[in-house]
């Protein structure tokens, strides 16, 4: 069984209740733990609960974070 930690989150909302969520995170299982940054997309419902829609997750390597946000930023 996979048991998830955040180590860190930050978020910015945009729209009506939308937001784009930045989190580093920690996957730990018997066989040992991977850290990761997860980028994920959802929205607040009339209630204030979080409800997540996407989500992608990047490596923590230099090389890959680096080509990312590089190429991002590109888009613009």
Do not use: Q
Not at 12 to 40: D, Q
Request: charged residues 35%; glycine residues 4%; aromatic residues 10%.
């Amino acid at each position: 069984m996979v048991e998830f930690e955040t180590i860190k989150s930050e978020e910015i909302m945009f729209g009506n209740s939308n937001f784009i969520e930045v989190a580093r995170k920690k996957a730990k299982t018997p066989e040992g733990e991977n850290e990761f940054i997860s980028l994920s997309r959802g929205f607040y419902m009339l209630n204030k609960e979080k409800r997540y829609r996407k989500s992608l997750t990047i490596p923590l390597s230099k090389e890959v974070v680096d080509f990312v946000s590089e190429k991002i930023k590109e888009m613009l």
